[in-house]
């Protein structure tokens, strides 16, 4: 994992890509029989319908044209500029996109496993909340949850991965759907090993698909040019390297 990739100038671009680029990778070993899907979501804001209401509302307040009234000009009338004493600005909630890469059966369109790329509003404040919200409904779904967590900053979301805590850069997690009690296989990741091929758990009797991790970064980052974009003589993004990683950089720098 390239830690630069985690700067805010990057990330969402990188995070978008790498999504598609899995869901791609995995269709061509699960299809037919399954496909791949892509969810967006607006991590830690509520979503309102705004498109056709199932129920019917009315305006406290309305404008209406009498009945029977046949148009034409309007009377004139005196208008008032009334300006308000006092201007504030609203600051809205940022809206930071994550995403979902998920599997289901083709015939049923049932989903079978989630896997959560972590994004940074998953990790902090609303988000984190929101998301340890749906992390426990999945656990407690017949769902298969896998878990890539490529941030070094933040909060790890699962209890058994923060405590105790696992001191690496990055935590990569396959949890299944098991009789009983739901146990996560983890993997630490420093930032200077390569990615482990992950197993993709399906449905019994099939067997898992291989994640291959590796060949996806290096797609999505061969593609994207940040071999050229991004200045590696700065400093990494925050948060500092963990000293065994910065006297590994160190000493790679030579």
């Given amino acids: 994992m ?3 990739l985690e700067d805010s100038e990057f990330w ?3 995070h978008s890509k790498l999504a598609s680029e899995i869901a791609y990778q995995l269709t061509s070993l699960i299809s037919p029989k399954y496909f791949t899907g892509v969810e967006i979501h607006n991590a830690g804001i509520s979503e309102l319908n705004l498109g056709k209401s199932l129920h019917n509302t009315y305006p406290d307040v309305g404008i209406y044209q009498p009945l029977g009234h046949s148009g034409g000009t309007l009377a004139p009338v005196a208008v008032m500029t009334m300006t308000a004493p006092l201007e504030r600005m609203v600051m809205l909630p940022e809206r930071t996109k994550t995403r979902t890469i998920k599997i289901y059966i083709t015939k049923t369109s049932q989903l079978v496993t989630a896997i959560e790329l972590l994004s940074p509003a998953n990790k902090r404040g609303l988000g984190l909340e929101e998301y340890q919200r749906k992390r426990m409904q999945l656990l407690d779904s017949p769902v298969h949850l896998m878990e890539l967590d490529l941030l070094r900053g933040g909060e790890r979301p699962g209890p058994e991965v923060y405590s105790p805590p696992i001191d690496t850069d990055y935590i990569l997690l396959v949890n299944r759907v ?9 993997w630490p990741l420093p930032l200077n090993e390569a990615f482990p091929v992950l197993p993709v758990p399906l449905l019994p009797p099939d067997p898992d698909v291989p994640l291959d991790l590796n ?3 290096q797609t999505v ?17 925050a948060p500092a ?9 160190q000493e790679n720098k030579k």
Avoid: K, N, T
């Avoid at 390297?241 to 950089?249: C, G, S, Y």
């Fill in 215 to 217: 060949q996806a970064l």
């Fill in 12 to 14: 969402a671009d990188f």
């Fill in 2 to 4: 390239d830690p630069y």
């Fill in 221 to 237: 980052y061969d593609r994207s040019g940040y071999h050229w974009r991004i200045d590696y003589s700065q400093p990494p993004p």
């Fill in 241 to 249: 390297l963990r000293p065994v990683i910065a006297e590994w950089r």
């Fill in 178 to 186: 098991r009789p009983g009690l739901r146990v996560s296989e983890i």
